[in-house]
């Protein structure tokens, strides 16, 4: 085709190869409000010192999230990472090692792979692990994709999966894009007024191919009803419950109360907010999904001369090689992150986690304690317990208070209109292990300092 249209542009040529009239026809499917139409912004061409100086500029305006007192939560937690971790993990024997692939991989970082997944299992209860995904909304994606697989020749409601209507819409909208393409429809299950699970609501989901939950769920409240749920939907419904790993030194595990699939965002366990990412998800489930779930098994054995041998096992799911007939678009993880969550597992134990997730929910009820001194700012759900974050109902805009506790050099909390726009005057605040009592007082005293300004 090439050959046959040689006065025609490079363009040209692809949009002809590809039967397409023009470049905006080509990018129809993305929407108009995404598309840049203009020249991008770029300066007249630079020396090498003139970009060294403009890069030191443009990076010295960053602030590191510890130069302020940070309240943003929602997914992402800033928690102490020990030195060890990013000293082992920036060696070449883990750095260099990582591949998808079984015959490249070495015994020792399939073992390192192997110590993930056998802390992950103790840590959710739950007998077998895969070796991560990519991040925790990926994993709940996932996790719904596996449920109808193993449960829409037995379920009721074929194909239809029930969530929390609390679910943000990051995840909710990569869920979504998992689900559309498979033809499976996404029902939401209420909350009651006081933030928790309506369980006579979750009767609906009786028969279907999954139920998923969050514990902590997203507003922050430990719900107390989840451990009836798997009775009230049954043993043919998938109960997927997300999790905060840290929350875990102190919660019930949920494979002791009866979740079929654990996910969850791994970030808290080895992995600092580096601008969102690298992250890794954490995907656990029992034995009936074991042959249908994504991503990849390290298994431990005995080789011919009865010594222990590492591999990966049980890779029935052909993600690694015909991709079209694979169960899952999964193949390949966040090895490297993963290996830095065992580490940091390793180095904690079982008591320095409960020490890590007490000092979190300490930090959150001291914040509560404080929060509640202020006049005109609220507790929606005073009376539940929380985690490491809340919500307080606010006299005037969100927005408004945010603006005014970064002139305060306070970074606030997230504003839960994002989320549910209907709540323009709620925020959504986080604490964690890396929260001191001063940036408590110096939050709860600007947003006194707010309330007195939106008073005059």
């Not at 719904?144 to 929390?164: F, G, M, P, W």
């Not at 840290?246 to 699939?261: K, R, V, W």
Request: aromatic letters at 6%; one cysteine or more; charged letters at 20%.
């Amino acid at each position: 085709m090439v050959d046959q249209l040689p006065n025609l542009g490079r363009e040209e040529e692809m949009l002809v190869e590809m039967g397409v009239e023009s470049i905006d026809a080509l990018f129809a499917d993305v929407p108009e409000s995404v598309r840049m139409v203009a020249d991008l912004p770029l300066p007249d061409a630079q020396s090498e010192e003139e970009l060294l100086a403009d890069a030191k500029r443009l990076l010295g305006a960053n602030l590191a999230l510890g130069d302020q007192p940070s309240f943003l939560g929602a997914g992402l937690y800033r928690n102490f990472v020990p030195s060890s971790v990013f000293q082992l993990v920036t060696r070449g024997e883990f750095l260099t090692s990582y591949t998808p692939y079984q015959p490249e991989v070495s015994q020792g970082m399939l073992q390192a792979m192997w110590e993930f997944q056998s802390l992950v299992s103790e840590l959710i209860e739950m007998p077998i692990t895969n070796l991560s995904l990519y991040d925790g909304s990926t994993a709940a994606a996932e996790a719904l994709t596996c449920a109808v697989r193993v449960h829409n020749r037995k379920a009721e409601q074929k194909d239809t999966v029930y969530i929390s209507e609390l679910t943000p819409p990051d995840r909710v909208s990569v869920i979504h894009n998992y689900c559309q393409g498979a033809g499976i429809e996404i029902k939401t299950l209420r909350h009651d007024e006081n933030g928790c699970i309506n369980l006579n609501d979750a009767e609906r989901a009786r028969g279907s191919c999954a139920v998923y939950v969050e514990q902590p769920n997203p507003i922050g409240i430990v719900d107390d009803g989840y451990p009836s749920l798997k009775e009230i939907i049954g043993d043919n419904t998938a109960l997927i419950v997300g999790i905060q790993p840290i929350s875990l030194g102190l919660l019930e595990a949920p494979g002791n109360y009866g979740a079929d699939i654990v996910i969850g965002e791994g970030q808290p366990l080895g992995s600092p907010i580096t601008g969102g990412g690298p992250i890794y998800g954490i995907f656990g489930c029992t034995k009936p999904y074991l042959r249908l779930m994504p991503g990849r098994i390290v298994g431990r054995s005995i080789d011919v001369d009865g010594k222990e041998a590492y591999c990966l096992t049980l890779s029935t799911r052909e993600q690694h090689i015909r991709r079209h007939r694979a169960t899952s678009n999964i193949c390949t993880n966040e090895t490297l992150i993963a290996l830095m969550g065992a580490m940091h597992m390793s180095l904690l134990g079982p008591e320095g986690l409960e020490h890590l997730a007490i000092r979190n929910m300490a930090a959150c009820t001291q914040l509560e304690r404080q929060i509640k001194t202020i006049e005109s700012i609220s507790l929606p759900y005073e009376q539940q317990s929380h985690f490491n974050e809340f919500f307080v109902e606010l006299t005037a805009t969100t927005s408004s208070c945010l603006s005014f506790l970064e002139s305060q050099g306070v970074v606030g909390g997230v504003d839960v209109s994002d989320w549910y726009p209907e709540k323009t005057n709620q925020m959504l605040l986080t604490v964690t292990d890396q929260t001191c009592q001063k940036d408590i007082d110096r939050l709860v005293q600007s947003l006194s300092m707010w309330v007195e300004e939106v008073k005059a």
